[in-house]
């Protein structure tokens, strides 16, 4: 009998928990695999049963940081905002230097319009030397830099963001919009060519309609034109494409 993939995945991680840590009881194994199981299920927008998944998890170690962590992130998506904050904020309080779980939290606050408090999460995120995924924290420190009328602090966010990955389409985007927005178009175009040709973009009406303004803006009509028509085309009634033949 073949195994379903999910379920196959769990049986692995369960195996790696024993060979990496040495002494996981029982109850930490089956926590963990739980969890994952559960982070699979939340990425699948399977909410319910990520959840039916993080309570087992803690039915079996009521105090594991790493369910909370990922419970915050499905009561996220529920738009269950306090039982969201308690969870990260526990999780933290358990595992304090837990980097992914810090930069989730900072998204959090970001999203629900705490944009300062979120960059301080994200910055407590890249303190830990073992962070493996550091350009997301900075990533997300540009974009709610930028939320908040930080400027500065967006773009310098953004830069270490693409030292880091230099093909980052995320990032090259979030400073295309960020060069527009403080008028030095030359930069944002360039920014946005960085983000087009990256691997599996896909452009949408609002980038198409980025491109667009910035090419009108440096007076490239032949570029605007090729930008415009893919919008018509493309997204014929999306907003951005009512904007644009409105004249603005």
Same mark, same amino acid.
Not at 25 to 35: I, P
Not at 139 to 157: I, P, Q
Not at 197 to 213: E, I, K, P, S, Y
Not at 219 to 228: L, V, W
């Given at each position: 009998?073949?195994?379903?993939?999910?379920?196959?995945?769990?049986?692995?991680?369960?195996?790696?928990?024993?060979?990496?840590?040495?002494?996981?009881?029982?109850?930490?194994?089956?926590?963990?695999?739980?969890?994952?199981?559960?982070?699979?299920?939340?990425?699948?927008?399977?909410?319910?049963?990520?959840?039916?998944?993080?309570?087992?998890?803690?039915?079996?170690?009521?105090?594991?940081?790493? /369910? #909370?962590?990922?419970? @915050?992130?499905?009561?996220?998506?529920?738009? &269950?905002? $306090?039982? =969201?904050? +308690?969870?990260? *904020?526990?999780?933290?309080?358990?595992?304090?230097?837990?980097?992914?779980?810090?930069?989730?939290?900072?998204?959090?606050?970001?999203?629900?319009?705490?944009?300062?408090?979120?960059?301080?999460?994200?910055?407590?995120?890249?303190?830990?030397?073992?962070?493996?995924?550091?350009?997301? /924290? #900075?990533?997300?420190? @540009?974009?709610?830099?930028?939320?908040?009328? &930080?400027? $500065?602090? =967006?773009? +310098?966010?953004? *830069?270490?963001?693409?030292?880091?990955?230099?093909?980052?389409?995320?990032?090259?985007?979030?400073?295309?919009?960020?060069?527009?927005?403080?008028?030095?178009?030359?930069?944002?175009?360039?920014?946005?060519?960085?983000?087009?040709?990256?691997?599996?973009?896909?452009?949408?009406?609002?980038?198409?309609?980025?491109?667009?303004?910035?090419?009108?803006?440096?007076?490239?009509?032949?570029?605007?034109?090729?930008?415009?028509?893919?919008?018509?085309?493309?997204?014929?009634?999306?907003?951005?494409?009512?904007?644009?033949?409105?004249?603005?």
């Amino acid at each position: 009998m073949r195994l379903p993939v999910i379920i196959l995945f769990a049986l692995i991680v369960a195996g790696c928990v024993s060979q990496q840590s040495g002494v996981p009881t029982r109850s930490q194994t089956s926590a963990k695999v739980h969890t994952d199981l559960a982070e699979l299920y939340y990425e699948r927008a399977q909410l319910g049963v990520a959840l039916e998944e993080l309570r087992k998890a803690l039915l079996a170690e009521p105090e594991y940081a790493p /369910a #909370y962590g990922v419970r @915050g992130l499905v009561h996220m998506a529920l738009r &269950e905002d $306090k039982e =969201a904050d +308690d969870d990260f *904020q526990h999780s933290l309080h358990l595992d304090g230097v837990n980097s992914e779980t810090r930069n989730n939290y900072g998204w959090f606050l970001c999203q629900r319009g705490r944009e300062k408090e979120s960059v301080k999460q994200f910055l407590a995120a890249l303190k830990n030397p073992l962070y493996s995924t550091p350009e997301k /924290a #900075y990533l997300n420190a @540009g974009v709610c830099s930028r939320k908040a009328g &930080e400027m $500065k602090d =967006a773009e +310098d966010f953004l *830069q270490k963001a693409l030292l880091l990955q230099p093909d980052m389409p995320e990032a090259q985007l979030e400073l295309a919009e960020l060069k527009f927005a403080n008028g030095d178009y030359a930069a944002a175009k360039t920014s946005f060519k960085h983000f087009a040709q990256g691997g599996d973009v896909n452009l949408t009406a609002g980038n198409l309609w980025l491109a667009v303004r910035i090419e009108r803006s440096l007076g490239d009509r032949d570029a605007e034109d090729s930008y415009a028509l893919q919008l018509r085309k493309r997204f014929p009634d999306a907003r951005e494409t009512q904007l644009m033949l409105q004249g603005q």
